[in-house]
């Protein structure tokens, strides 16, 4: 929920995918040195949660409680783009099965296609395998998928010779992950590994609109704002369409975690988000006819970060304010051996310098650039490295000492 937080992500094979907004314009001012004495404790003061690029989620409730539509929030929060339409379907890797076979709960007219082949068959409704409670898919040898079913036991039904897909004609499935079990529309994919350094992995292919039920309650709290509701619809529908168009890995296009949007499937379903899904069936922001990067995040602080893509810009938000949001500013303190225990190699921390910043809104904006100085090295970190390795709510900041 006002999730989105984070843009890049070690891919499964290896690579870094990185998708987040490069920021342009001239850095503002680097700040003077904060000295850290042993010992002593940094105060960090912020606001915002998270990127600020797009639409801020407690801005998008402000502005609908405010009286404007969803247009209007939406024209706001991506200037420059226009009203779109996509379909198709998308495929969502399911992280928390990574390296973990593919296994279903036993559902009436439940089908096993072969990847490599095309062909799908029915499971059996007769003899032990009709006993069965769930069903597996697993690795098998020179790129093959083991499709093996439960019942005191799990028997091997049959090999098939790529990579394999659960269908139901009848249901939509059921996923053991761990303790637990989430419901998915589509179907859901098991995939070998590419390369030595990449691991199996569970993939959900299911219509865009159905993979939405699944994102927006998690990502904007379902009892927000009709307008607020349906603005994020849009939005996570065309990031969705941003990030098929972008993909680079052929399994799939998305995460179902910050790396993209967190989603949970059709067990994430609520009546008021299904409605906002509806009312806004297919729409996309575009610019220059191809779908907008559309991305939110939890708040802005007030101010939306600059960056890269014409329409996302930097400006202030009326909308994002003290009065809708907790996030607006806050401070934590973090003792300087936190600092030197997350960076090693800088030994202990001496001085902290802000070397550049993005300079829209107070204290010259978010943190592009820092340098950590440190008795045995000094360690050069961009904002956002800074920010995900303390643990901070976003890169706009400011430095101080406690005391």
């Known amino acids: 929920m006002l999730s989105h937080l984070v843009r890049t992500r070690a891919a499964l094979s290896g690579v870094l995918v ?9 850095p503002a001012v680097a700040d003077v040195g904060l000295t850290v004495p042993r010992g002593g404790t940094v105060v960090i003061h912020g606001r915002g949660f998270g990127h600020g690029h797009g639409m801020s989620q407690y801005g998008a409730q402000g502005a609908a409680e ?77 790129g093959g998928t083991k499709v093996s079913y439960r019942t005191d036991r799990w028997h091997l039904w049959r090999t098939l010779k790529g990579n394999g897909e659960f269908r139901s004609s009848k249901a939509h499935l059921t996923l053991v992950l761990g303790h637990h079990r989430v419901t998915y529309a589509g179907t859901l994919r098991a995939m070998a590994k590419v390369s030595r350094t990449t691991h199996r992995i569970t993939v959900n292919r299911v219509p865009m609109e159905q993979y939405l039920r699944g994102v927006v309650p998690r990502e904007m709290p379902a009892s927000w704002r009709p307008a607020a509701l349906r603005a994020q619809a849009v939005a996570a529908r065309g990031f969705a369409a941003f990030e098929v168009r972008s993909a680079t890995d052929p399994r799939f296009n998305l995460y179902d975690d910050t790396s993209s949007q967190v989603y949970g499937g059709l067990s994430s379903a609520v009546a008021s988000t299904d409605k906002a899904i509806s009312a806004t069936a297919g729409q996309v922001r575009t610019y220059q006819g191809l779908p907008a990067f559309t991305q939110f995040s939890a708040s802005n602080g007030g101010e939306l970060a600059p960056s890269d893509h014409p329409y996302l810009v930097g400006k202030r938000d009326p909308y994002d304010t003290k009065a809708i949001d907790p996030y607006t500013s806050w401070s934590v303190e973090v003792a300087a051996t936190k600092i030197d225990h997350t960076w090693p190699a800088l030994g202990r921390v001496t001085s902290i310098e802000v070397t550049s910043r993005d300079g829209k809104g107070r204290w010259g904006g978010r943190v592009l650039a820092l340098t950590l100085h440190g008795t045995k090295a000094d360690i050069d970190l961009t904002g956002e490295k800074f920010r995900s390795g303390l643990g901070l709510r976003s890169t706009w900041i400011d430095l101080s000492i406690a005391g």
């Open 66 to 142: 405010q009286g404007l539509s969803t247009r209007q929030i939406l024209a706001f929060y991506y200037p420059h783009t226009r009203t779109g339409h996509v379909g198709g379907s998308v495929k969502v890797v399911i992280t928390e099965n990574i390296g973990d076979p593919t296994v279903v709960v036993s559902r009436p007219g439940l089908q096993v296609r072969d990847l490599a082949t095309g062909r799908t068959v029915k499971v059996p409704t007769a003899g032990s395998a009709a006993k069965a409670t769930r069903w597996r898919m697993s690795g098998a040898a020179h």
């Open 18 to 26: 990185a998708t987040a907004c490069v920021l342009v314009g001239p």
